[in-house]
């Protein structure tokens, strides 16, 4: 069956940083292409960050360039987010998703970053 | 505000037929493939069309998508309570080298 199991999320002040983690299990990690998406209400699903399945490029939504970076483990099976700089506006449900442009898409249930003082 | 264009709600009566249209241009859906999502609540989104007509395994066949042009459109004929939902069309923007999500429509059963 496959699985992706998000975390790292949690509570963090402005100008903090918290790295996600996505553990995939029930599939070939290294095959898929891997990313980050996140949910707000006010500005529904927003394209984070990409990563080819070597990890040899990588794809980011253009304001979050320079304070996010994805990365990935395929021997560890793991996709990763770090975030650095965190403001309000990161404030979101982040998904880590599987081939998101496929018929082979597949979401994990998410993790929430709250961004808060 | 959404690079790919969807109305914030739609409704129509168990039974009936309903469709959600998606617009953009000509870098995302004019020369790339569409995805449509289904986000019922509290749970993450599911895969409901690829490849712009193309349903996976499972998806009920009353179900269906189309795109001509710069636009795309998910149809939803027999209308149940079930598929009240927030839906989503996705693509890939050539221009910004990025994925594009559409704003999402709100279905409500009436």
């Known amino acids: 069956e496959v699985q992706l199991v998000e975390s790292g999320g949690g509570l963090v002040q402005p100008g903090g940083s918290l790295r996600l983690s996505c553990a995939a299990s029930?599939?070939?990690?290294?095959?898929?292409?891997m990313t980050w998406v996140r949910q707000t209400p006010g500005r529904g699903l927003e394209w984070v960050a990409t990563?080819?399945?070597?990890?040899?490029?990588?794809y980011y939504v253009d304001p979050l360039k320079g304070r996010f970076t994805i990365s990935r483990d395929n021997a560890k099976k793991s996709l990763y987010l770090q975030m650095n700089s965190l403001s309000v506006e990161d404030t979101a449900l982040y998904y880590c998703?599987?081939?998101?442009?496929?018929?082979?898409?597949?979401w994990g249930p998410g993790t929430l970053v709250t961004v808060s003082s | 505000q959404s690079v790919l264009t969807q109305p914030p709600s739609a409704s129509g009566t168990p039974g009936q037929r309903v469709t959600i249209p998606c617009s953009g241009s000509s870098s995302n859906i004019g020369r790339k493939t569409v995805q449509w999502y289904q986000q019922l609540p509290g749970t993450a989104p599911k895969l409901l069309i690829y490849n712009n007509d193309q349903r996976p395994s499972g998806v009920p066949d009353r179900i269906s998508g189309s795109k001509s042009g710069t636009s795309a459109s998910l149809a939803i004929s027999g209308l149940q309570s079930e598929d009240e939902a927030d839906y989503y069309c996705v693509g890939w923007d050539d221009s910004l080298n990025a994925v594009v999500f559409g704003g999402g429509t709100k279905l409500t059963v009436l």
């Open positions: 998703v599987r081939a998101i442009l496929s018929v082979t898409s597949y």
């Open positions: 029930g599939f070939t990690f290294s095959d898929f292409w």
């Open positions: 990563i080819k399945p070597d990890g040899s490029e990588k």
